[in-house]
């Protein structure tokens, strides 16, 4: 068993092992996740469940799910999401070119008990079932949620886990019917060793 373990950690690190794991800090406004240490928030009917991915060891990885239960369509822009570390910088997605890198490696997959965590936590006028809505093809970074449906992606960052004890997640670029009205949502994530 050691030795599976020490081949693991020569190719990508053993997973769960390393320090620096982030767990979401729920809020009166984005209730816990309990089983994937996430959270979930919602405004004009639209919900962002977010969760630290902690297997990828050479990145800061989380697992955001967008559930659509307005009237309108949704647009989301990865690439407005941003990573601020403690001292207030904020930081860009990495690019795809390191992403790929990074994908070869290790395929990520949604935290431990995320689902279950979202349907049993969610409001119930975010109960859409299980839809997921197309993406679209021809556009990488901006996709469309439709009423009654859900996206779900990863996003990546730099590393700033190792230096930062306290990380916010924001994610903005929600845009809800095409009226450029963009929803803002605040995540904050603590590391723990």
């Known amino acids: 068993l050691l030795s599976v373990c020490l081949v693991t950690v020569g190719s990508w690190g053993c997973s769960g092992i390393y320090s620096g794991h982030k767990f979401a800090v729920p809020t009166e406004d984005s209730p816990a996740l309990p089983e994937s240490k996430g959270v979930i928030a919602q405004q004009r009917r639209v919900g962002v469940a977010v969760a630290a991915q902690n297997e990828v060891k050479e990145a800061d990885v989380f697992y955001i799910v967008i559930l659509n239960e307005a009237h309108e369509y949704v647009k989301y822009d990865k690439e407005?999401?941003?990573?601020?570390?403690?001292?207030?910088?904020?930081h860009k997605p990495l690019?795809?070119?390191r992403v790929r890198q990074l994908r070869r490696r290790y395929q990520p997959k949604p935290p431990i008990g995320f689902s279950r965590d979202v349907f049993s936590q969610r409001d119930e006028r975010l109960d859409m079932g299980d839809r997921v809505s197309p993406l679209n093809a021809a556009d990488l970074f901006t996709s469309t949620v439709m009423p009654g449906s859900r996206g779900k992606f990863y996003v990546y960052?730099?590393?700033?886990?190792?230096?930062?004890?306290?990380l916010h997640l924001k994610v903005a670029g929600i845009?809800?019917?095409?009226?450029d009205e963009?929803?803002?949502?605040?995540?904050?994530?603590?590391?723990?060793e």
């Open 95 to 97: 690019s795809r070119n």
């Open 80 to 90: 407005a999401i941003r990573l601020i570390d403690d001292t207030g910088k904020e």
């Open 175 to 179: 845009e809800l019917g095409g009226f």
């Open 157 to 166: 960052f730099p590393a700033k886990s190792v230096s930062s004890p306290v």
């Open 182 to 192: 963009e929803l803002t949502f605040m995540f904050r994530f603590e590391v723990q």
